[in-house]
């Protein structure tokens, strides 16, 4: 069974600058979910999605970012202009409906961000 | 929101030791994960406890969730090399006051695993 597939896995963008990632869940998982991890701290949600509604985007900074899935299986994040406090690891998870409700995550290699 | 708070930070340990880690709460969860990232990688669910008091174990991996709710250890015995990386315990942090009974998951800082051969 494939993965969760993200790319790219590095991109390096002078701040104001924007940037897009991408995610492909693994087939059949109805939840997907976008991750921020800044060096030396645990992963923080940023969006969650069921399907192609958005659940919890709480704790996404909507100036800047914007998550989109459509169609209900990819994903991608962008941030636009980017600050030098976004550099991080972007990671992609998902799961069935029943690993949303346990906590069962499937996580992608994540795409690291690197602002100048 | 919600803090998950593990200790130690980091451990530098011998090849063949055992080791331990804890994880703490100020809320009640009723689920309690423990996730490992090796570099360079996202993290992989390791073990899963759905029930206070349980001990539940994964090959040479031990975790238990606290009677409290509030706490969960994990217990890796007789380390190897392979062990390296970073553990994380989570928890779904429920968003039912806000968000109709779904749950996000929420995640400690991590506890960062050195083990010398």
């Known amino acids: 069974e494939a993965g969760v597939a993200q790319s790219p896995r590095y991109k390096i963008i002078e701040k104001r600058q924007s940037v897009a990632f991408w995610c492909n869940p693994i087939?059949?998982?109805?939840?997907l979910y976008w991750y921020q991890q800044i060096l030396g701290q645990g992963p923080k949600l940023l969006i969650q999605f069921q399907n192609n509604g958005v659940v919890d985007d709480s704790q996404l900074p909507k100036d800047r970012f914007s998550a989109e899935r459509l169609k209900g299986v990819d994903s991608t994040l962008k941030i636009q202009p980017a600050k030098l406090e976004d550099s991080a690891v972007y990671l992609c998870?998902?799961?069935?409906?029943?690993?949303?409700?346990?906590?069962?995550?499937?996580f992608g290699e994540g795409s690291r961000l690197t602002v100048l | 929101g919600q803090q998950l708070n593990q200790s130690p930070q980091s451990m530098f340990i011998q090849e063949g030791e055992d080791v331990s880690m804890n994880c703490t709460s100020s809320s009640i969860f009723n689920t309690w994960l423990w996730y490992k990232q090796d570099p360079g990688e996202g993290p992989v669910l390791l073990i899963a406890?759905?029930?206070?008091?349980e001990l539940t174990s994964n090959g040479r991996l031990t975790a238990q969730f606290g009677i409290t709710r509030k706490d969960s250890f994990l217990n890796i015995s007789a380390s190897i090399p392979s062990d390296v990386g970073i553990y994380f315990c989570a928890g779904p942090y429920s968003l039912f006051l806000t968000q109709g009974g779904s749950e996000k998951l929420v995640f400690g800082k991590g506890t960062k695993l050195t083990v010398n051969p």
């Open positions: 087939s059949g998982h109805a939840t």
């Open positions: 406890l759905y029930k206070a008091g």
């Open positions: 998870a998902s799961s069935s409906l029943t690993g949303a409700r346990t906590g069962e995550l499937f």
